[in-house]
């Protein structure tokens, strides 16, 4: 297809594919004369993955062409690929783990919980930091959780990734499949919020009779 | 207790507190003097709520007093207050109807869903809005959830809803119980999806192999 067709089928304007071109995080097309290039599926694959990592998980250019890189570093491995593409494993562990501190609050309370549920899990995993720190902050305000209502969070989040990865298509190229765990993932974040309050609502209005 | 000490145990600078005072987010103290005032466990509790609902909800001023206007005529009704503190009810239904156009953007998939799970939740809660917006999203991007799996992420939220309540003290105080649900309603969110993000890697390695 014509760079006019991709732009059509992705919703991306030409402009921002040219500049991609020129980024290096789209590969060039087939030349077909002096300023024409022929694109194919994997170019269109290609860029709905650029799209989602800078417009839904809001990498830079640089960054997305570091994760690009990885991803193709890992091309066969699916778990390694998911992971890449949705934050949990750095694109380059030691100068990750170089460059951030482990971190610090609630750090043993994280790790204990993981240990306790046996869940496999990068150790510079961002959403470590996320959860140490958000636990700090409601016990600085009086508000902390005990260990079993943790738990109990944590196991509930374990069925919702369950439901999660059922829903992506083992059959899918791997990219397609990481395009959509990633928009999946990050997209789905404020309506499983707002799930959660909606169920408080009704189960406030339950208890109150 | 002086204002110095309702700063320091609420660790809310005497200036501020002064503010909220001329400002009828706190009731005035018992003048003990020209110059001074005593205050009580109640203007705390209060106080604490306050910042709650400016500092965590990410209330106005003006917006603040009105949910705690709101908040004193339904002081009994335990229910009506949280909905109140959480934002699951409008502090006035009619202005917010009248000002407030109903979500357009999957609506109907959303009334099905709380329909068919029986939940009783207002016609007006924001969380309806942004969860069926956020559906359309990810269908308008071809990554739509279908119905089987909606259901079973809603089922997932009335479980941590049960949790969440669960963890109220029903003797407290209601505007104790009130901003502790603020508290752990809003600064959850991220550890929720920090949970779900580690619960993903754990799952996506476990498929693996």
């Known amino acids: ?45 290609r860029l709905r993955l650029v799209r989602a990592l800078i417009g839904v998980r809001g990498l830079s250019v640089n960054a997305t062409r570091e994760v690009l890189g990885a991803v193709a570093e890992h091309a066969g491995e699916r778990h390694q690929v998911l992971g890449l593409v949705l934050g949990a494993r750095p694109v380059d562990e030691a100068a990750e783990a170089a460059g951030m501190a482990a971190p610090e609050h609630g750090a043993a309370e994280v790790d204990a919980l993981i240990g306790e549920l046996g869940w496999e899990v990068s150790e510079y995993a961002p959403a470590r930091a996320v959860l140490g720190e958000t636990l700090e902050t409601l016990r600085s305000l009086g508000a902390g959780l005990d260990r079993a209502a943790l738990r109990g969070y944590a196991e509930l989040a374990e069925r919702t990734a369950v439901l999660d990865l059922d829903q992506l298509d083992p059959e899918a190229d791997p990219l397609e499949q ?22 408080q609502e009704n189960e406030s209005a339950r208890r109150e009779g």
């Open 178 to 199: 990481a395009e959509r765990a990633l928009l999946r993932t990050v997209l789905m974040e404020p309506a499983l919020l707002a799930l959660r309050r909606l169920a």
């Open 1 to 45: 297809m014509r760079i006019s067709e991709l732009s059509r089928r992705s919703a991306v304007p030409t402009a921002t594919i040219k500049y991609y071109l020129r980024e290096g995080l789209l590969p060039p097309g087939r030349a077909t004369a002096a300023t024409q290039a022929e694109y194919d599926e994997s170019h269109l694959r």
